[in-house]
C-alpha cells in the first residue's frame, strides 16, 4: 500500500542522515521539499535524482487534499523540509493531519530535530519538558510569556538570531534575570556553541558577541512550591 513518509533530514552536518532515509528518498515516487533548492543540495550530496515538488507554508493550504489523494491512487511520497523532522515548527502537519483524515498510511521516521540535542547538552531537568517552538513575534507573545511564568517544566524555544537578546532579554523581565539558560546555535555544525549560565550572564554574552545561525534557547522551569519550601529551610 501506497503512504506518506515524513523523512527527517540533517539540522547541520549532513553525515547525520540515516541510510534509511537516503534509501526512503530513492524509492519515493515524489519528494516534497519545503525549498526545492535546498533540498536539492542533500539530494546531490547523495545522488538522488528523483521528482520533486515544492510543499511549503504557502501552498500546503491549497494542495493537501490532491496530494492525499495521489497516496490513494498509488504513489509513494516522502516529505522534507530545509533541515530536522517536517511538521515540527515546518511545513508538514497540514498534509499530515489530511492524509489521516482520508485514510492514508503515514509513516514518520525517526532522526533530526534540533531541540533534543540542545535539551540534552543544557544540562537542565529534562525528565519533563514544555517545547514552545518560535513565539508569537507581536500579538499574543506577551500574554503566553505571562501564562509561562509558573510553568515548573523545562521549556524549549526556536529563535532568529536576530531578536535572540530581545527574546532573552523579554525573558529576564518576566521570569527574573537568574533563571537558568542554556542557549545552543548552530547545532551538528562547524560552529556549533551551547553557552550556559543565568539570563543575565546569557545577555550579557550575546551582547557582547553577536549570535548567528539557527538558535535553540532551553529555559529552567520555575521553582515549585515545594522547592521554593526547601530553600527557605
Not at 521528482?51 to 491512487?73: C, D, L, P, W, Y
Not at 529576564?172 to 534575570?177: H, I, V
Amino acid at each position: 500500500m501506497a503512504k506518506l513518509t515524513v523523512v527527517p533530514t540533517p539540522v547541520g552536518n549532513l553525515e547525520d542522515m540515516t541510510f534509511r532515509a537516503i534509501r526512503i528518498l530513492k524509492e519515493a515516487d515524489l519528494i516534497l521539499a519545503e525549498d526545492t533548492r535546498t533540498t536539492g543540495i542533500l539530494l546531490k550530496h547523495f545522488e538522488i535524482q528523483n521528482k520533486m515538488q515544492s510543499h511549503h507554508k504557502f501552498n500546503e493550504h491549497q494542495t493537501v487534499e490532491g496530494i492525499a489523494a495521489r497516496i490513494k491512487g498509488g504513489e509513494n511520497i516522502a516529505l522534507v523540509s530545509d533541515a530536522g523532522t517536517p511538521a515540527i515548527s515546518d511545513p508538514g502537519f497540514m498534509l499530515v493531519r489530511e492524509c489521516v483524515r482520508q485514510g492514508v498510511e503515514v509513516e514518520c521516521l525517526p532522526g533530526a530535530t534540533a531541540f533534543v540535542p540542545a535539551l540534552v547538552a543544557s544540562g537542565l531537568p529534562n525528565e519533563k519538558f514544555c517545547f514552545e517552538g518560535f513565539l508569537p513575534q507581536k500579538k499574543g507573545r506577551q500574554t503566553r510569556l505571562k501564562e509561562l511564568a509558573e510553568e515548573s517544566r523545562t521549556i524549549i524555544f526556536y529563535e532568529s538570531p536576530f531578536r535572540l537578546v530581545k527574546t532573552l532579554t523579554q525573558f529576564a523581565e518576566c521570569f527574573g534575570p537568574d533563571r537558568q539558560v542554556s542557549v545552543s546555535r548552530e547545532i551538528s555544525k562547524l560552529h556549533e556553541e551551547t553557552v550556559r549560565g543565568s539570563l543575565e550572564e546569557v545577555i550579557q554574552h550575546f551582547t557582547e558577541q553577536e549570535p548567528k545561525g539557527e538558535i535553540v534557547i532551553v529555559l529552567a522551569g520555575a521553582k515549585t512550591k515545594k522547592e521554593k519550601k526547601e530553600k527557605e529551610v
